[in-house]
């Protein structure tokens, strides 16, 4: 057998450590991130463990009190997504009133006037001094700064594990050496948390011209309803036309992949780039057409409804007009 000249050589050694150093880190991106810690660091690993066995003989009594949170090894992102999850099933509640007073009642009557009634009950369930903090603001509240939390926390374990001691060995003259922290530290934003986001800044802007405009003019919001969104479209289309298209499909696309997301209906993030397997790659596009058609139905029953019935229903006459044209150039509308 002829002897293996093959070797090692220094040089090479080099390029697959520089290779390996000047790869980016990147978390993976996926929803059951959100249900657990990452693992600890193997610098705190083992202080962990020591402290653990000390904690399990002296807490072993009372680890059932407290809620049922100590002894659980859940951290707070586990708790902040329970948050997240569960206050998105109460404003759905409301979205779901909302859509039919707005939407299915018009198209059955296709009459404001007619539907306006409805509008006027719904409001009994969802519009009054408990009601409304309890169905509306808190949930919406503790929707928004869960989300952020999470991600803030996201952030500070990328850091910790990506963003701190990596930079750190690359050579000062490396390219990504000052960047590289700024780039990959936070979490990836996947398409349903920006569109959450943008459906903040839209869901704030209606609220603030239906329901807070009008108690700073007319000291009052019992007159809002369908006739004041379609006296506002009669006044000048365009502005109306353009914001409600954007609530209407922005919210909708949220909610509908929100709850997908969080019944696993949902194909996992870039499952275009990653899936190899072609069964499984017919699996996920049947997924996401699935979910992709649902929104796309709802928003469009939705805008049958609001932007087909309600927005041309014309303006409104006699002392309502007035206090509309009041509300609306306060405006600048």
Not at 222 to 231: D, E, P, R, T, Y
């Amino acid at each position: 057998m002829a002897p293996d000249h093959r070797t090692l050589h220094p040089k090479a050694s080099e390029e697959t450590l520089v290779s390996l150093l000047q790869l980016d880190p990147s978390p993976i991106d996926n929803a059951s991130i959100y249900d657990k810690e990452l693992p600890p660091l193997p610098e705190d690993d083992a202080s962990q463990t020591s402290s653990r066995t000390l904690k399990s003989t002296s807490t072993s009594s009372t680890s059932t009190s407290t809620l049922g949170l100590s002894g659980s090894g859940r951290g707070p992102i586990f708790y902040l997504s329970r948050i997240q999850r569960y206050s998105s099933y109460t404003f759905s509640f409301f979205a779901g009133l909302h859509i039919a007073n707005t939407s299915i009642f018009p198209l059955v009557y296709q009459s404001v006037p007619y539907s306006e009634p409805f509008l006027l009950m719904a409001r009994e369930l969802y519009q009054t001094r408990f009601t409304e903090p309890l169905l509306i603001t808190l949930p919406v509240v503790a929707h928004i700064t869960s989300g952020v939390a999470i991600r803030l926390l996201r952030r500070r374990q990328n850091l910790t594990r990506y963003g701190g001691a990596t930079p750190g060995v690359w050579p000062v003259n490396h390219p990504n050496a000052s960047s590289f922290s700024y780039k990959h530290i936070w979490p990836p934003l996947s398409y349903i948390s920006a569109s959450g986001y943008l459906f903040v800044g839209l869901l704030a802007s209606h609220v603030g011209m239906n329901r807070v405009l009008p108690l700073v003019v007319d000291g009052d919001s019992s007159n809002i309803g369908l006739q004041f969104v379609s006296h506002g479209f009669a006044r000048h289309p365009l502005p109306p036309w353009i914001a409600y298209s954007l609530l209407l499909s922005v919210g909708v696309g949220h909610m509908v992949w929100g709850w997908a997301k969080w019944f696993n209906l949902t194909p996992p993030a870039n499952w275009k780039k990653t899936t190899i397997d072609k069964r499984l790659r017919r699996s996920r596009r049947r997924a996401w057409w699935g979910v992709q058609g649902v929104a796309v139905t709802v928003a469009a029953l939705w805008a049958a409804g609001g932007l087909g019935i309600v927005a041309r229903a014309g303006p409104v006459e006699g002392w309502l007009a007035t206090v509309y044209d009041n509300i609306y150039s306060a405006a600048g509308h």
